[in-house]
């Protein structure tokens, strides 16, 4: 089963740095968009960052524009998503996943399983 993998959550003081990754390479990867979702206790799921298929196009939530940078590497299949001042609203489990057509909402065709983000205050 395809299933990206996502790895580089932890605990980080407010105003600290973290990098996600997220291993995808049983996918044609570059045949993909690659996004970011998170999802907070008691909290919908929502769009964080997208990357398109050849990484020239990026697309992010108002909520983290400035802050996070989402990248890609096609020949390692790998995206990933850098976390810099960090806020304890970023706290989540964060997803990857990954799509045919390019869009900054769910459905995605594939997703990992989440990495756990926690920012203290």
């Known amino acids: 089963q395809v299933q990206p993998v996502e790895s580089g959550g932890g605990l980080v003081q407010a105003g600290g740095s973290l990098r996600l990754s997220c291993a995808a390479s049983?996918?044609?990867?570059?045949?993909?968009?690659m996004g970011w979702f998170r999802q907070a206790p008691g909290k919908e799921r929502e769009f964080v960052a997208a990357i398109s298929w050849s990484g020239g196009s990026t697309y992010y939530a108002d909520s983290v524009k400035g802050r996070f940078t989402i990248s890609r590497d096609n020949a390692e299949g790998t995206v990933y998503l850098q976390m810099n001042t960090l806020k304890p609203e970023d706290t989540a489990v964060y997803y990857c996943?990954?799509?045919?057509?390019?869009?900054?909402?769910?459905?995605?065709?594939?997703w990992g399983q989440g990495t756990q983000v926690t920012v203290s205050s």
């Open positions: 049983a996918l044609s990867f570059s045949s993909y968009v």
């Open positions: 996943a990954a799509n045919r057509r390019l869009r900054t909402t769910m459905p995605y065709d594939y």
